[in-house]
């Protein structure tokens, strides 16, 4: 059965990639790579058992999906990472973290080649069987020596016989042809690509480095008698310059003052970040909204990492079992937990501030993804806090939110939203620029708002990351001339580079007018 899956997904692979975007072809191929992975597999396998395995297997179809009906880079990428994971989840069953799945997925590859090499490999009686296919070849010489001279008799006695073997051989060598012109190093090593990505998939041969690595962990703290926080008494020593030498209570007290001053600290610049931002914010003239957003958006999402971080410090050992001062501790640790999601709203608000001022971006919409699983990642620290949660755990936890965010990622057709957004009419200033240099989808939404052009400050950006003013007929011209390379791009793609989306495109373009104004509204 490998030996058939083999050469039927290079071929496969070959035939859908080379020199084709991805779309209906990576729905094709991952339809392709799930089922003779299922195929393979055995009815009791541990794997069917598995929920990160069918969580996993969902989103990769669900991806492959989004690609060919959008054709988005978030799209690849989460098809790409998903049927990787997969792959993980199948060649180790027990694995939880969504990393090392994806780690295994991607190592896989290196023995799966070593298989196909020796599958490729010269048999050792090459010389044997090439001496008995001598010696039967020397058998069937006569007979076919036989059979040109009635072949060539036939073709001088039969005109119909004569015609019908030259549509043979006709036929034959436009069949060279098209094989001699496949036959170029480019498509070659192209060819050998999807060799060697087919047989990575079709070989599981297991890799148990990560999954080895993982059954380390466990889910929660232990108490522990070695390193930071041992509940051993220890004499005093003066001349140790590091942490390792502090006692338990010594490592308290030192969380406790940090947590308590910083706890301060951060409630003074939550309460300016509320009294300023939080309620009827209104941009002063000449302010600088570009600065207030960018610069403060990474500095205070940064704070909030660092303080995430040094909570799981202090927790990561015997610190959970100090009985004492335990409770106040957790109870300090909760309250910085909240003020910083309460920072991390603030952190929202100036990224809603900047797109209700200025328009909505990848990057404004990339801060909301990152506050998602900000916010996730704060409630599993408390967890942490509350349940002696483990390292291990958190990264398991927020493994799987970051995978969740990709998909939700890969399920948005984000372009046309973003154009639809910034076209509104209350914008007089729109980067043109940023929305003309959008895939081929976002174009019926850019003609349909053709006509609300006149009258506003169109942008575009000059190259080297400023903004210069454009033309309302310059800004025309360049979406006619977007729009007429489309169509003569439709024309001449192949059916692996489809997607619905261009295909809803193309069909609104076929009686556009590329001089007037259009009216129509366009719903995806």
Avoid at 110 to 135: E, H, K
Avoid at 238 to 263: H, P, Q, T
Wanted: glycine share 8%; aromatic share 14%; hydrophobic share 50%.
């Amino acid at each position: 059965m490998q030996k058939l899956l083999l050469p039927v997904g290079a071929i496969l692979f070959d035939v859908l990639f080379w020199q084709e975007r991805a779309a209906v072809n990576m729905l094709l191929y991952t339809a392709f790579v799930v089922g003779a992975v299922l195929a393979s597999l055995p009815r009791h396998a541990a794997v069917w058992r598995s929920g990160y395995f069918w969580l996993t297997l969902l989103g990769t179809v669900l991806s492959a999906v989004m690609v060919a009906v959008y054709g988005s880079g978030a799209a690849l990428l989460s098809c790409v990472a998903s049927l990787a994971t997969w792959l993980g989840y199948v060649n180790q069953a027990h694995l939880k973290l969504v990393g090392y799945a994806l780690l295994t997925g991607i190592s896989s590859l290196v023995p799966a080649v070593q298989r196909l090499t020796q599958l490729l490999r010269l048999p050792q009686n090459l010389g044997g069987r090439m001496s008995r296919t001598w010696y039967y070849g020397r058998l069937l010489g006569v007979p076919l020596l036989a059979l040109l001279v009635f072949h060539v008799l036939f073709v001088i006695a039969n005109p119909r016989y004569e015609a019908l073997t030259d549509r043979a051989l006709e036929a034959l060598a436009n069949v060279l042809d098209l094989l001699f012109a496949w036959l170029s190093v480019p498509r070659l090593l192209f060819f050998g690509l999807g060799l060697l990505l087919t047989a990575g998939v079709i070989f599981i041969i297991p890799v148990h480095y990560f999954a080895d690595h993982e059954s380390r962990f466990g889910e929660f703290v232990h108490r522990s008698r070695d390193g930071v926080a041992s509940f051993a008494v220890r004499r005093p020593d003066f001349r140790a310059k590091s942490f390792k030498s502090l006692d338990l209570r010594k490592e308290y007290l030192m969380a406790l003052s940090l947590i308590g001053l910083v706890n301060v600290l951060l409630l003074v610049v939550n309460a300016i970040d509320v009294r300023w931002i939080w309620f009827g914010f209104v941009p002063a003239k000449g302010f600088d909204l570009t600065q207030f957003v960018h610069e403060g958006t990474y500095v205070l999402i940064l704070s909030i990492l660092v303080a995430m971080g040094i909570v799981l410090w202090f927790f990561r050992r015997n610190l959970n079992f100090y009985q004492p001062g335990l409770r106040v501790l957790r109870w300090g640790a909760t309250v910085w937990v909240l003020q910083n999601a309460v920072l991390a709203i603030s952190v929202g608000l100036r990224n809603y501030y900047y797109i209700q001022y200025t328009g909505l971006a990848y990057k404004r919409i990339g801060v909301y993804g990152f506050l998602l699983l900000t916010f996730f990642g704060l409630a599993t620290v408390l967890l942490k806090v509350w349940q002696r949660r483990s390292a291990y755990a958190l990264f398991r936890l927020n493994g799987l939110a970051a995978y969740a965010v990709l998909l939700l990622l890969a399920c948005g057709n984000w372009e046309i939203w973003i154009a639809r957004y910034n076209l509104q009419p209350r914008f007089r200033e729109v980067d043109y620029g940023f929305l003309l240099a959008m895939p081929d989808r976002v174009l019926p939404e850019l003609a349909a708002h053709e006509a609300e052009l006149a009258g506003r400050n169109l942008l575009q950006d000059n190259g080297s990351g400023t903004w210069m003013p454009l033309s309302e007929q310059s800004a025309r011209e360049q979406l006619y001339a977007r729009i007429r390379n489309f169509r003569a791009l439709e024309t001449q793609r192949r059916w692996p580079s489809y997607t619905w989306a261009d295909y809803q495109a193309g069909r609104y373009f076929e009686s556009y007018p590329l001089t007037t104004a259009s009216h129509a509204t366009v719903r995806y």
